[in-house]
Structures are given as structure tokens and as C-alpha cells.
């Protein structure tokens, strides 16, 4: 059954980017951006533009009328849509591009024992071992991330990045369009691979399922009795030193529907995690060392 929701009035997408082409339109967003507690009046709002001639510049707003900016008793402010749009001027989504020279790490390859590099290139960040291409890993990033950031600072800056926006695939939000995400279990190459699709674009996301595990309460306790605190450790070095065995950690119990089990070892304690097709944990089991 299709969720309600109320109908208004409705902008072509076509339309909508129409509206935004204009240098002046897209300054009103910024202006509007500067504060977005409070309304700014008309005249304020020009003066921030720049327009001296107050017929033009009230053509320009109009057009971002309703759809980016919203019309108050106080003045103008931007919508859902204008601060988004903003947000991603600011990131760099539609006007930048670039990268970084590769930056070595401290962790080596769980494969060879060669240094690891993280390198920012074409919109995407990858993470490999300097030598072999047996461990590596990925993923899209909007250039705003690298911006205003030490080049030092940055691979865990990646790493953070990527896991937030796991967590949001894997709650159920797509990070291309927002529509909901449905998670499967595929054979990929022999292996098990959690894939979570967006019902509304197709874009997905592929992951080992021990990694969209990571931030369950079992998990993170585990980890912490351990000395380790998953929310701040990188994926490289947090199943980076098991990549070899990843594969391992993950037993598939049955098929049509999947239901898998996830097995998470430090120290001799064992925490066992029961996925079921959902990819939801339907069961934990922790056994300590001396049991």
C-alpha cells in the first residue's frame, strides 16, 4: 500500500533547474543561506545581492518563489529545497572536481604486508594496497569533504564519511534521492555480499554483511570490552587484519529465504550474530573465553 501524502503543487524538474539559471538566483540562495534563523526583509535581501535596480531583482526572486524560497510576514527565507541546494554548492556536488596525490598509511596489507594508500580521484575515494589487488575498497564522495581538511586528517575523514553513509543505506535512506533501500543477500563471485537497493533510483550499496553489522549494540560492545571503540577505528584496521578470512566470518545457516550467522573473535570470546533475510540480527550469542 502506497504511503499517503498530501498532493500540493507540483515543479517539473526541468522547470525546477530552469529557475536556477541565472547568476542572481543563485546569489539570492547564498544571501538567504548567510542566516537561516531569521527572515530578511526585501530591502535587505537586495542590498546583500547587490541589485540596485529593485524591478529586476524582484523578477529574479520570483522565480525561486515557492519552490526555493518561501515568502513570510517578515521576510524571505530559503525552503527545504533552496537549503539544499545551498548545501550542495557548498560540497561541490555540480561545480568541483579534483583530487589528492595518494596518501600512505601506517596499516598494511592483510594480503602481502605492503603499505596501504588512500587517493582521492574523479570523485571517488579508494583505499588498496600499494602492491597486490587483492584488498581494496571503493566508494563515491562529493569533493566538499576534502575541502578545508589537513591532507593528514583525511583517510579518516573518508572512513568516517563512508560509515555514516552506510548507516543510513542500512536505516533505510538512500543518500542519491532519499527514497527507501531494501537490502538482499546475493552470491557475488562465490561470496556472500549484503546489497541494499534503492527502490526509487536503483542506486545500491555492496558490502561484506560482517561490515553493516558494525554498529549493532552486540557488536560495539564486544569490541569496547575489548579496547576498541568500532565508532572510531577505521574499517581498514578494523577488518583489515581479518580480511583474508571475511569470507570466514560469515556461514550461511540456510537459502531461499538466506539466513546467515556472523562471527566477531578477540581474545578468545566469540559473539555469533543470526541475520535472517532482512538482514536484520534475529539472534545473539556471546560466549567468553573460559566457557
Known sequence: MEPHRDEGPETQPEEAFAALGDRTRIEIIR??????????????????VGVRDSGQFNYHLG????????????GYTTTYAGGHLHGAILAGTYTES???????????????GAPVAVRYEDERVYISCTDCDEFRNEFSMPPGVVDGRDREALPETFDRWLRLNV????????????GPTSPSFERIDGDIAAVYECERCGDHLQADPAGVVLSHPAV????YDHGIDV???????LLGPNYAELKELTRVLEEDPFRLRITFERGGDRLDLVLDDDAEVIEVDRTPADA
Open 63 to 74: 522565480k525561486l518563489l515557492g519552490r526555493f524560497v518561501r515568502k513570510t510576514d517578515e
Open 98 to 112: 579534483g583530487g589528492i596525490e595518494p596518501i600512505e598509511l601506517d596499516d598494511t596489507c592483510p594480503m602481502c
Open 167 to 178: 548507516e543510513r543505506i542500512v536505516a533505510g535512506f538512500c543518500p542519491a534521492c532519499e
Open 31 to 48: 544571501a538567504l543561506a548567510e542566516d537561516l534563523t531569521e527572515a530578511v526583509p526585501f530591502s535587505e535581501l537586495q542590498e546583500r
Open 231 to 237: 565508532r572510531r577505528e577505521p574499517l581498514w584496521r
Open 220 to 223: 560495539v560492545s564486544f569490541y
